[in-house]
C-alpha cells in the first residue's frame, strides 16, 4: 500500500488545469469525508539550548527597506515559535552569549517562563561577538542532558577571540563527539569568510546543518522540524473556512542506497512541481528518509541527498527558487513500513511532501 499525504491548499476560484494523473485533486466534498485531523507527532529530541547573538551585528536590518533588525525578528520568533511546539515534555534553556547569561536554565519547557525570558533580553543589541566562550559555558548543560539535544545557535559567523579559547567549530565538534547533539546554526552572513566559519561549525556531525536567516524567520518548519515530525501514516490537516482542495501524492520512493529520482516518480514531482509553478505564494516541504540498513550517520546524509534530488529537480525545471524549498531530513526514525521486511525498508526510503503558505 502506497502513502499518501493529504496536502491542503487554499485555491484562489478556481482549480490547476492540467493537473497530471501522478497527483490527484480533492475537492471539498472530498475533505469531508475523507480528512481527519490527528496530532499523532513523533519526538525527534528531548532538549534544546538557544544561544542567541545579542550583540552589534545583529542591529542589521532584516531586509532593505524594512524597519525591524535581525535581533527583533529572531526574538519574536522565539517568542511565538518556541511556544507552539507540541508538548512532548522537552527540556529547554535559553542563553546568551554576548555577554554569557543565562536567562533561561535548562529544565522542562515552561511555555510562560519561556516568552518572559525572551522579553528580558536586552532592548538593543550591543557589545562584542562572544561566540566561543558562550560555547564553551554550555558545556555543562550538555554534560547534564540525558537524551538528545539540539543547540540552535545564532551567528552571522563574525566573533571577538581573546585568547585561551578555540575556534567555534573546534566546539562544536568536540562536544557532537562527546555528547548526543546536533547544532542547527542559524546564520546570516556578511562574507565569504564568515560563511565559510558558520559551514564549519555545522560540520560536527551529519545531523548538524545551516539554516540562512531568512529561511529560518520565514518558514517555522526549520524550528519545528529540529524537534518533531509526524507520523509517517498520518499528516495533520488544519480545514479553515476558505474553500479548500488538496493535491493527493504518493511520497516518492528511492532504490536502496540511491538518491536520485526514479524515472516512474518523475511524473509526480512535475506535477508538484507544475502546481507550485502557479501557486507563487506557496513553498513545499521535503522531508527524506531512509530504511535502517547502515551506519545512522550515514543514513541522515543519504536521506538529506535524496530530499535534495527533490528539490535540485524543482529548482532546475521549474525555476522554483530555493526559498520557497524547506528541506529536512531524518534518517531512518518515523518508518513508514517494517524495517524486518523487504516491502516495509522499500516505503522507508522515501521523500515525503508537503505544501504550505498559501
Known sequence: MKLKLTVLLMVLGMIMPGLLPAAEIIT?????????????????????IVLFDASNSMKRQYKKGLPESRYELARTILREKIVQLPDLGYNAGLYLY???????PMAPLDKVG???AVN?????????????QGLRKIEPVLQGASGKTVVFVFSDGEYNQ????????DYTREFASKYNTCFYVIGAPQNNIAQKRLNDMA????????????????????????MFTVKATERIVTVSETRIVGLDIDSILFDFDKASVRTNYVDEV???????????????LLEGYTDNSGPEEYNLALSLRRAESVANYLMDNYNIGSDRIVVNYYGPANPAGDNATAEGRKMNRRVEVAVGGL
Open 162 to 169: 581573546p585568547g585561551g579559547f578555540k575556534d567555534p567549530e
Open 270 to 284: 512535475d506535477a508538484l512541481g507544475a502546481f507550485m509553478d502557479q501557486n507563487p505564494n506557496a513553498y513545499v
Open 28 to 48: 471539498e466534498e472530498d475533505i469531508s469525508k475523507k480528512v481527519v485531523v490527528e496530532e499523532n507527532f513523533i519526538k525527534l529530541a528531548d532538549n534544546f
Open 120 to 132: 528580558s533580553m536586552p532592548e538593543e543589541p550591543k557589545g562584542p561577538t562572544f561566540l566561543s
Open 114 to 116: 519561556w516568552v518572559e
Open 203 to 226: 560540520k560536527a556531525n551529519a545531523c548538524s546543518r545551516v539554516i540562512p536567516f531568512s529561511r529560518f524567520i520565514e518558514n517555522p518548519e526549520y524550528t519545528t522540524g529540529a
Open 98 to 104: 554576548t555577554p554569557y547569561a543565562e536567562l533561561e
